[in-house]
Structures are given as C-alpha cells and as structure tokens.
C-alpha cells in the first residue's frame, strides 16, 4: 500500500502569470521594533517573490491579508480569491515569522511553510511555490528545503475507508517550484535529490501507518526485500529456521511468542569502483507490534505500538533512496522484525539468552525486547565489518519523557554524536547527546549472566540511557557508533504541523542520508 505521489518541477515564469490552481508567497510578521522604525504598526511584510502578485493587488495585499485576519505567524495559511488580478484562482499566504534581518528565512522555517501551504491546498491539482530565496550559496539548499516541505506536507496515507469521503479532497498532485532560474543545474540537481529524499520519507510513513495485522514481521520482510530489490540494492532475508541456525539468540526469544515468526532483512549497497573504501552500517529496531509480551503492556495507547516499526521501515527506506542517490561509500543496513506477543511459547523475565556475540542476557522484562532484536544484528554488523554504525529505534518512553515528541536522543561515541547532531539541526530532525554513564552500568549487572536487560532493581532511572548501555555492549571497540531513539521523533499523535502529517514522520531517513553523504565526502 502506497500513498498518492506527487510530482515536483522547478519554474522561472513570473508567478503572477503561473497557469496554476493556486499560487503560494510567504507573508512575515512584523515585530514591535520594526513597527517602531518604519511606520507599519499593524502591518504585514511580503517575503521577498511575492513582488508581482503584490503590483497585481495595487499595494493592498496586505491591508487585505490583514481584514481577513493573518498575522504572518508560522506556518499559518491564508487563502484568498485572485478575483483575475493574477492567472492563479487562488493565493494562499503562508506565514514566515519574523523577517530575519533582510537574510532569507531558515531552510526548516521554509520547509515548514511549504508543506503546511500544500497540505492546506488539498484539492486544487496544480500548486505553485513563490517562497522568498536566497541569492547567495544557500539558495540551493532553501529550494531543497521547499521541494521537501511541498512533497512531505502533501503526503496522505491511502487507509482503508471503503466509502469515498465528500469532504476529503485529493492531495495535491503537482508541485513547481519558482526559482530565478529553472535551467540551473545546481537547482536541478536539488530537485532531484529532494524528490529522492522525500520519496524514502513517505515509504517510511507508509510502512509505519500499515494496520499491524497486515505488516507482521514476514510480510514486512517481503514488502521490503520487494521494495530492494527493484531498487537494484542486494537483500538477503534470513527465517526464523536460519535465524536460529545462526544462533540470534535476541531475535528469535522475541519472535518466539508470535505465530509469525521473526525475520533478518540485510541491504546492501556498493559503491561503483569501491567507493572512498568506508563502510557504513544502519540498524534499524523493527518490533511490528508491541504488546510488552508477558510484562504487557497497558491497553491505553497499545494501538499506537502499530509504530514499533519505525526505525526498520526508516533504515529500509533510507537504502532504498541510497540506491537512487548513489553516494561513494559502501552502506549495508542490518533489519531485524519480530513481533512481541504473549502467549505460551513467549520468552520469560528470568530467562538467560545467548546472544549472537555469544553474551549472555537475563532478561527481567519482555517489554525491553527492542534491544533484544538489535543486539543481534548490531552484532552482526560488526562481525561483517564496518566503519561507522547507526542505529536507530523506538526504544524508550524515556526519551520522550527526557527529550519530548521532536527531539531525538542521541548515544555513543562522542564525535559521531555530534555529528549526528550536527545532520539532525541542518535536515530539520534535531537530536540531542546523552551521556552512558558508568553507574547506569553498574545497575545492569547480573548475578546469573553477563548483563541484565534493564536495571537489575527494575529501576527507571536513566531509562533511555539504559538502552543505550545495553546496546554498547554488542558493539566492537574499532567501530563508531551512535543510538538514535526516536520514540518520540517517529510518530505523531496530534494535528498535522508544518510538513508533518498524523501517524509516521519518517524521522529519521534524512539525518541518515545528510550522514552518509557527509562520510562519503569527509570520511
């Protein structure tokens, strides 16, 4: 199941004479200090590529924008009637905030701004985007921005109504971007890149948004092997027979309480010619429903678990946009699914499992089963060879508690921390570095094996530095490696916002491909 495209082209007619359904500008709020030094107390300030529809209103766009009742705020979205003063039926107005001084807005303030006006233009087949842009080197990363912010915030999971809904108009089916000069192959080459980006972004959601029951861990493995394959990247797919021939302790004690059995997807992309001789590895926690197993969970909010999956289906579509981008570094991506349910076959605090590095884990709780899964194939990885590895999950409530619903948290080694930290801010996913102190350690100690899923007092504490302990155990001293929770990050339970829809986000598929392209120049 996919969700309706969008197609994105780049235009230097003059967005007054655009033969579109509707035309896009960026309006800024004014603060009380510009108020006070220019005399527009009350006013709003066109951004800059709104200058023809503006003669087209005779100067009175503002006056209008303002009866109707627009601040300018961002991400709000004002549509009015052109009445024929310009070709477009419509303007939609979409607040930028603040003007920053003369410079051009942030690429995420755009990126923001753009998917809110094309999701509020639902209905209206042909959208055009006139947003203010830089004339200096950052122009082509604010036209990757809003080609982004355009495709994201027009995305709509297709669901499963039987019964077409009158009040549900059609996403927007083209985008063109207004840009100075179409024919630019720098710009061009950010549209590409954009659509590319956004594409693994909106296969991300749609994997996160597929009801549970049809996306069980042996139809998610075939749906992304499918998916790989197409895409001309190797896949190898290890059952629930190899898995524990292979001795993936972790994976298969998860697996073993579903009637669907467990699955490793593994990914990989090579280079032409080799590449810059670095090798990346992705993991990706791929639980397609969480009960909690025997510690279950509460009933509240369970359906949301539909999400566990969010890390696999982000690692999977990365490399699916990696396989289109073609960066100089070899990356292989490490997918272990499982689906973590009670029954009398399900695995028990208090069981010992050998893990595939051969350690040995106590288990105290059922519901920590996503360090389970990835031990193993961070395992793996590392046995396979590589230079740098991420990983990224849903893996703590921690996080959110910690770090809210935006912000990722970030663990490891500290300079690939930063890193991570660093691609987050300029993509737009922020992160944040946590600490793995040695007292979170400690408390991880167990009489009976090598270490104990979680704090041995069944204490909270530092819960998602925790995880981030547990996993360093499974990691080789030579490799560089981050833990990226994006419990929080990776779905969104409230109203749609900027170019984040409800349900999966796609976070965080962009910070991985500013990552690898970020090795792949700089090692």
Same mark, same amino acid.
């Given at each position: 199941?996919? &969700?309706? &495209?969008?197609?994105?082209?780049l235009?230097?007619?003059d967005?007054?004479?655009l033969?579109?359904?509707?035309?896009?500008?960026?309006?800024?709020?004014?603060?009380?200090?510009q108020? #006070?030094?220019s005399?527009?107390?009350?006013?709003?300030?066109?951004?800059?590529?709104?200058?023809?529809?503006? #003669?087209?209103?005779?100067?009175?766009?503002?006056?209008?924008?303002?009866?109707?009742? /627009?601040?300018? +705020?961002?991400?709000?979205?004002?549509?009015?009637?052109?009445?024929?003063t310009v070709?477009?039926? %419509?303007?939609?107005v979409v607040?930028?905030?603040?003007?920053p001084? +003369?410079?051009?807005?942030?690429?995420?303030?755009?990126?923001?701004?753009?998917?809110?006006a094309?999701?509020?233009?639902?209905?209206?087949?042909?959208?055009?985007?006139?947003?203010?842009?830089?004339?200096?080197?950052d122009?082509?990363?604010a036209?990757?921005?809003?080609a982004?912010?355009?495709?994201?915030?027009?995305?709509?999971f297709?669901?499963?109504?039987?019964?077409? $809904?009158?009040?549900?108009?059609?996403?927007?089916?083209?985008?063109?971007?207004?840009?100075?000069?179409?024919?630019?192959?720098?710009t061009?080459?950010?549209?590409?890149?954009?659509?590319?980006v956004?594409a693994?972004?909106?296969?991300?959601?749609?994997?996160?948004n597929?009801?549970?029951?049809?996306?069980?861990?042996p139809?998610?493995?075939?749906?992304v092997?499918?998916?790989?394959?197409?895409?001309?990247?190797?896949?190898?797919?290890?059952?629930e027979? /190899?898995?524990?021939?292979?001795g993936?302790?972790?994976?298969i004690?998860?697996? $073993?309480?579903?009637e669907?059995?467990p699955?490793?997807?593994k990914?990989?992309?090579?280079?032409?010619?080799?590449?810059?001789?670095?090798?990346?590895?992705?993991?990706?926690?791929?639980?397609?429903?969480?009960?909690?197993? @025997?510690?279950?969970?509460?009933?509240?909010?369970?359906w949301?678990?539909?999400?566990?999956?969010?890390?696999?289906?982000?690692?999977?579509?990365?490399?699916?946009a990696?396989?289109?981008l073609?960066?100089?570094?070899?990356?292989?991506?490490?997918?272990?699914?499982?689906?973590?349910?009670?029954?009398?076959?399900?695995?028990?605090?208090?069981d010992v499992?050998?893990?595939y590095?051969?350690?040995?884990?106590?288990?105290?709780n059922?519901?920590?089963?996503?360090?389970?899964?990835?031990?193993?194939?961070?395992?793996?990885?590392?046995?396979?060879?590589?230079?740098?590895?991420f990983?990224?999950?849903?893996?703590?409530?921690? $996080? @959110?508690?910690a770090?809210?619903?935006?912000?990722?948290?970030?663990?490891?080694?500290?300079?690939?921390?930063?890193?991570?930290?660093?691609?987050?801010d300029?993509?737009?996913e922020?992160?944040?570095?946590?600490?793995?102190?040695?007292?979170?350690?400690?408390?991880?100690?167990?009489?009976? #094996?090598?270490i104990? $899923?979680?704090?041995?007092?069944?204490d909270? /504490?530092?819960h998602?530095?925790?995880? +981030?302990?547990?996993?360093?155990?499974?990691?080789?001293?030579e490799?560089?490696?981050?833990? %990226?929770d994006?419990?929080?990050p990776?779905?969104?339970?409230?109203?749609?916002?900027?170019?984040?829809?409800?349900?999966?986000?796609? @976070?965080?598929?962009?910070?991985?491909?500013?990552?690898?392209d970020?090795?792949?120049?700089? +090692?």
């Amino acid at each position: 199941m996919t &969700s309706p &495209s969008t197609t994105l082209s780049l235009v230097d007619t003059d967005p007054a004479e655009l033969a579109v359904d509707a035309i896009v500008i960026g309006v800024h709020s004014t603060t009380s200090e510009q108020d #006070a030094t220019s005399g527009l107390a009350g006013t709003l300030l066109l951004a800059t590529g709104a200058e023809s529809i503006a #003669a087209a209103f005779d100067g009175k766009l503002t006056e209008t924008l303002a009866l109707l009742g /627009a601040t300018g +705020g961002p991400g709000e979205v004002t549509k009015l009637a052109t009445l024929g003063t310009v070709t477009a039926p %419509i303007i939609a107005v979409v607040g930028l905030g603040a003007e920053p001084r +003369g410079a051009a807005p942030e690429p995420e303030t755009l990126r923001r701004a753009a998917g809110a006006a094309v999701r509020a233009l639902a209905g209206a087949p042909r959208v055009a985007l006139a947003l203010p842009l830089p004339d200096d080197a950052d122009a082509t990363a604010a036209v990757r921005a809003v080609a982004e912010g355009a495709l994201l915030g027009g995305y709509r999971f297709a669901g499963y109504k039987t019964r077409p $809904q009158p009040s549900r108009r059609e996403p927007v089916a083209e985008v063109l971007v207004a840009v100075p000069d179409a024919g630019d192959a720098a710009t061009q080459a950010e549209i590409s890149r954009a659509t590319a980006v956004a594409a693994a972004v909106r296969r991300t959601r749609d994997w996160v948004n597929i009801a549970p029951n049809e996306l069980r861990p042996p139809a998610f493995a075939d749906s992304v092997a499918e998916a790989a394959r197409a895409a001309g990247l190797g896949v190898e797919v290890l059952d629930e027979v /190899a898995l524990r021939e292979g001795g993936y302790g972790g994976i298969i004690a998860v697996g $073993q309480g579903s009637e669907a059995p467990p699955r490793l997807v593994k990914l990989t992309y090579t280079p032409d010619g080799g590449g810059t001789g670095k090798r990346v590895a992705l993991v990706g926690k791929g639980i397609t429903f969480d009960t909690g197993g @025997v510690s279950i969970k509460p009933a509240q909010g369970m359906w949301e678990m539909k999400s566990d999956m969010a890390g696999a289906a982000a690692v999977a579509a990365t490399m699916l946009a990696v396989a289109e981008l073609k960066p100089s570094v070899a990356v292989t991506a490490y997918v272990p699914m499982a689906e973590n349910m009670p029954s009398g076959s399900s695995y028990r605090p208090g069981d010992v499992i050998t893990m595939y590095n051969g350690k040995k884990v106590e288990v105290l709780n059922t519901d920590a089963e996503g360090r389970m899964i990835l031990a193993d194939a961070i395992a793996r990885a590392c046995e396979d060879g590589c230079d740098y590895l991420f990983e990224t999950s849903t893996l703590t409530g921690g $996080q @959110v508690v910690a770090l809210g619903k935006r912000i990722s948290g970030v663990m490891g080694s500290t300079e690939l921390c930063e890193r991570v930290q660093t691609a987050g801010d300029a993509v737009g996913e922020p992160a944040w570095p946590m600490p793995l102190p040695d007292d979170v350690r400690k408390g991880m100690d167990s009489e009976v #094996a090598d270490i104990s $899923q979680v704090n041995a007092g069944m204490d909270r /504490a530092g819960h998602m530095l925790q995880g +981030g302990v547990f996993l360093r155990e499974f990691v080789t001293d030579e490799v560089d490696w981050a833990h %990226i929770d994006i419990a929080g990050p990776s779905y969104h339970t409230g109203e749609a916002t900027g170019y984040w829809t409800k349900g999966g986000t796609g @976070v965080p598929v962009r910070t991985l491909l500013h990552l690898i392209d970020d090795i792949a120049t700089h +090692g």
